[in-house]
């Protein structure tokens, strides 16, 4: 406004005025905290950032004066490569603005086997008309090779992108480059997802994958290769993040811990680290499992994976074994739900070993509850609470009374006494199934997931950080819930590696495994 027209405002529209400049000072004061806030916080992250990078560094060069045997230097190296790859991945995401030269950094590629057989794809301009109505010429073309995999072959991705140009007013049209998970990398999300279904399906390290693609011809170094998992485990973690948010929507769920080895830079030795695991139960129409990698086993990790102590903490019935890193969980208000596999467990252990009669007896007792559990198994809930109310509750009783008589007569310490101690002070948390159809009788689902990681556990062996085991878990959070919906884990991973590039962060949810729809081919 003139300040000439301030002579015609009255004192109430001066008063007007004057607030809502007062309004509009106070908001732009909010935004400028608001933007330090974020500035601060962003460098505060890259900081850490580079401070991680540099401590990996020197673990890096000092890595060869490790007292670890061959095969323990190799996965120390390429888990170090791959974290330095994320790591640098994520610093991007923060400042996403290059660094002056780092273009001449890169370094020469060389060409791709020959031998290879090449599919070419052809990219160009949708119309080949200049927007001053001239007919455009070819006067060239871009051409860019990816190494793709199909199960069993290898074979390359030959991109031509056309250059088209208007003589008259000298326009240059060209197809853009298709975004993809490494910018200006040679592998193709197919060939990605072969890097990552071999190191976590397959339990193949990198260095045996090196060994395999140099069979074929193609001098992949595992450094190159550790940097593909570094940089796919950033790209995938959203994923994760919203699989892990639909999985606590529902009201019951499994819990279970294993350990898993985890090489300690600078003394030359490993670590017993945990890979926690948390999935729907098989009366869920969602299918999902989530691991969450801590190296330790304090219950502190199961209370921060589940939000607790918090207002928008995960409130339902954890399903999980006498561990005691469960008990602060059930002290916030989740109701425990014991696992009756455990304690018949120790009553076949006695049977086994001692040939025990109360063992034997026992035994019996828990095969009559899961004959009821075979009936009931595909029940909607409230039939099968009505069934096991009928039935479960007149052997649980029994067995529970008959407990309590055996233990009068036997002394204390012995395996026997422990045996059913288990059982008589757990007594509620493995009777709750009975009265809630949306229990299971035990914790066997989320065992039979953790399953295929044990029998690999041999090849788990990772840095001092905790990155390249949380990258891990996120990966086989995705395979694995991929395999429980039916899914090949390469078509699966393929194809969201592919997608992921372009699909807009509200619309991730898509790509879970239990609603992924593959594409049709064009």
């Given at each position: 406004?003139?300040?000439?027209?301030?002579?015609?405002?009255?004192?109430?529209?001066?008063?007007?005025?004057?607030?809502?400049?007062?309004?509009?000072?106070?908001?732009?004061?909010?935004?400028?905290?608001r933007r330090d806030h974020e500035i601060a916080f962003k460098q505060a992250a890259?900081?850490?950032?580079?401070?991680?990078?540099?401590?990996?560094?020197?673990?890096?060069?000092?890595?060869?004066?490790?007292?670890?045997?061959?095969?323990?230097?190799?996965?120390?190296?390429?888990?170090?490569?791959?974290?330095?790859?994320?790591?640098?991945?994520?610093?991007?995401?923060?400042?996403?603005?290059?660094?002056?030269?780092?273009?001449?950094?890169?370094?020469?590629?060389?060409?791709?086997?020959?031998?290879?057989?090449?599919?070419?794809?052809?990219?160009?301009?949708?119309?080949?008309?200049?927007?001053?109505?001239?007919?455009?010429?070819?006067?060239?073309?871009?051409?860019?090779?990816?190494?793709?995999?199909?199960?069993?072959?290898?074979?390359?991705?030959?991109?031509?992108?056309?250059?088209?140009?208007?003589?008259?007013?000298?326009?240059?049209?060209?197809?853009?480059?298709?975004?993809?998970?490494?910018?200006?990398?040679?592998?193709?999300?197919?060939?990605?997802?072969?890097?990552?279904?071999?190191?976590?399906?397959?339990?193949?390290?990198?260095?045996?994958?090196?060994?395999?693609?140099?069979?074929?011809?193609?001098?992949?170094?595992?450094?190159?290769?550790?940097?593909?998992?570094?940089?796919?485990?950033?790209?995938?973690?959203?994923?994760?993040?919203?699989?892990?948010?639909?999985?606590?929507?529902?009201?019951?769920?499994?819990?279970?811990?294993?350990?898993?080895?985890?090489?300690?830079?600078?003394?030359?030795?490993?670590?017993?680290?945990?890979?926690?695991?948390?999935?729907?139960?098989?009366?869920?129409?969602?299918?999902?499992?989530?691991?969450?990698?801590?190296?330790?086993?304090?219950?502190?990790?199961?209370?921060?994976?589940?939000?607790?102590?918090?207002?928008?903490?995960?409130?339902?019935?954890?399903?999980?074994?006498?561990?005691?890193?469960?008990?602060?969980?059930?002290?916030?208000?989740?109701?425990?739900?014991?696992?009756?596999?455990?304690?018949?467990?120790?009553?076949?252990?006695?049977?086994?070993?001692?040939?025990?009669?109360?063992?034997?007896?026992?035994?019996?007792?828990?095969?009559?509850?899961?004959?009821?559990?075979?009936?009931?198994?595909?029940?909607?809930?409230?039939?099968?609470?009505?069934?096991?109310?009928?039935?479960?509750?007149?052997?649980?009783?029994?067995?529970?009374?008959?407990?309590?008589?055996?233990?009068?007569?036997?002394?204390?310490?012995?395996?026997?006494?422990?045996?059913?101690?288990?059982?008589?002070?757990?007594?509620?948390?493995?009777?709750?199934?009975?009265?809630?159809?949306?229990?299971?009788?035990?914790?066997?689902?989320?065992?039979?997931?953790?399953?295929?990681?044990?029998?690999?556990?041999?090849?788990?062996?990772?840095?001092?950080?905790?990155?390249?085991?949380?990258?891990?878990?996120?990966?086989?959070?995705?395979?694995?819930?991929?395999?429980?919906?039916?899914?090949?884990?390469?078509?699966?991973?393929?194809?969201?590696?592919?997608?992921?590039?372009?699909?807009?962060?509200?619309?991730?949810?898509?790509?879970?495994?239990?609603?992924?729809?593959?594409?049709?081919?064009?």
């Amino acid at each position: 406004m003139d300040t000439a027209d301030l002579d015609h405002l009255d004192a109430q529209q001066l008063r007007e005025m004057v607030f809502s400049l007062r309004r509009g000072a106070a908001a732009d004061k909010l935004e400028i905290e608001r933007r330090d806030h974020e500035i601060a916080f962003k460098q505060a992250a890259i900081d850490k950032l580079t401070h991680e990078m540099a401590v990996l560094k020197r673990l890096k060069f000092a890595a060869k004066s490790e007292a670890f045997n061959a095969e323990q230097k190799s996965l120390l190296e390429e888990t170090i490569e791959a974290d330095l790859a994320a790591m640098q991945r994520e610093l991007e995401q923060l400042a996403p603005t290059p660094a002056a030269g780092r273009d001449k950094q890169q370094p020469k590629r060389q060409a791709l086997p020959a031998h290879l057989p090449r599919r070419e794809i052809l990219h160009e301009p949708a119309s080949t008309t200049c927007s001053c109505g001239c007919a455009l010429q070819r006067i060239g073309e871009d051409v860019a090779e990816k190494l793709d995999y199909r199960p069993g072959l290898f074979t390359v991705e030959r991109h031509v992108r056309g250059k088209w140009v208007c003589t008259r007013c000298e326009t240059l049209v060209q197809a853009p480059v298709a975004p993809h998970i490494i910018d200006k990398g040679i592998p193709t999300a197919a060939l990605l997802s072969q890097v990552l279904v071999g190191k976590y399906v397959d339990h193949l390290p990198l260095y045996r994958q090196e060994a395999i693609f140099g069979r074929a011809g193609l001098a992949i170094p595992r450094s190159t290769l550790a940097s593909w998992v570094g940089q796919c485990g950033v790209q995938l973690q959203p994923l994760v993040d919203a699989l892990k948010y639909e999985m606590l929507q529902n009201r019951v769920l499994h819990a279970d811990e294993t350990p898993v080895a985890m090489l300690k830079p600078g003394n030359g030795k490993t670590h017993r680290a945990y890979l926690w695991s948390y999935c729907t139960t098989s009366y869920s129409a969602l299918r999902a499992v989530v691991f969450d990698f801590a190296d330790s086993r304090g219950g502190q990790h199961a209370r921060a994976f589940l939000g607790l102590p918090g207002e928008h903490g995960w409130q339902g019935s954890l399903v999980c074994d006498d561990f005691s890193g469960y008990k602060a969980c059930f002290e916030l208000g989740i109701t425990e739900a014991g696992c009756l596999a455990h304690a018949r467990r120790k009553f076949h252990e006695l049977w086994a070993n001692q040939a025990s009669q109360v063992g034997e007896q026992a035994l019996k007792f828990f095969a009559e509850l899961y004959a009821v559990e075979r009936e009931v198994a595909e029940l909607v809930p409230e039939e099968r609470k009505r069934i096991r109310q009928e039935r479960s509750r007149k052997v649980a009783d029994a067995l529970q009374q008959w407990l309590a008589g055996q233990r009068l007569r036997v002394p204390d310490g012995s395996a026997t006494a422990k045996a059913i101690d288990y059982s008589l002070k757990r007594w509620h948390a493995l009777t709750r199934y009975i009265d809630d159809g949306d229990l299971p009788v035990d914790n066997n689902w989320v065992e039979n997931q953790i399953r295929p990681i044990a029998i690999g556990r041999n090849n788990w062996l990772f840095a001092g950080s905790l990155r390249a085991g949380q990258r891990a878990a996120a990966v086989m959070s995705l395979i694995q819930s991929a395999k429980l919906n039916g899914l090949e884990p390469h078509a699966y991973l393929s194809d969201i590696l592919e997608r992921l590039p372009t699909q807009q962060a509200s619309r991730v949810a898509e790509l879970l495994p239990h609603r992924w729809q593959a594409r049709l081919p064009s």
